[in-house]
């Protein structure tokens, strides 16, 4: 399995702004080589690192781990954060390229909102534990993100782990430890940020729109965004699946990375990218 690369330092995608970072696998295909690449984003709280087990995928593809930079401005667009994975992808090498977006929850929302916007860089879309409004959130996490300003960044990692994973898997300490690392890489300005910038989304009236071969993969037992509206999404989009993850909560890269990576593996064949 390749091994993740150091971080990369990519150029600011907007005036004034400090630069995001990506990592990508030792060993991919150089740029211009292999097939499509495919730009992840993470969700709220966590960084690239939450793929690392789709690395068999990096055998025939150049796949970024981009990481949204801490200080976000107050209320970012969506479609403002997924420019940053446009900018990842121009500075590995693959400007002007098209690519799969492939995104996780926050970074799914954050994905559909690059594909509505720039349909010229887009070959393909995967979106892992989304949906396409923050109104698809249910009320008591919808409520519960009011308190935020009020939450010890000390506590992500407990408060964010019991919410993500399956009832049995977020007591393993090996997860706890891997999600902990990340989050506690998080300022709560970026949590904040993430938070303003899906409570203005919503792509449900636009989802029509989009003409890139998409998959909608969700985890059967996801306590966060309930798999009914991310069939709902799908069933928006043209051409368009949707499939689950058996016995998965939120983070099916986490907890199952080996039958995430083969459904993403057997869609991106079957649309030749």
Known sequence: MPAVAAPVLVAAPLPGRRPASFWRFEGSPAPGAGRTPVACLAGIGLDGRVFRRLAPLAAERDLLLVNLPNDLPPAPRMEDLAEEAFAALDAAGHGGRKAILLGSSFGGMAALAGALARPDRTAGLAILGGAAAWAEVPLHLRLLSRLHPLVPRRSYPGFFTAVMLPPLRWIDPDLRAELRTQMLHRTKGFVGSCIAAMRGFDARPRLGGIRAPTLFLHGDRDP???????????????????????????????????????????????AGL
Do not use: K
């Not at 309930?226 to 051409?239: D, E």
């Not at 016995?247 to 057997?266: F, K, M, S, Y």
């Open 224 to 270: 966060v965004l309930p798999r009914r509206a991310a069939a709902a999404a799908a069933a928006s989009i043209p051409g368009a699946r949707f499939e689950t993850v058996q016995d998965c909560g939120h983070l099916p890269t986490v907890t199952h990375g080996g039958p995430t990576a083969a459904a993403l593996a057997r869609f991106l064949g079957e």
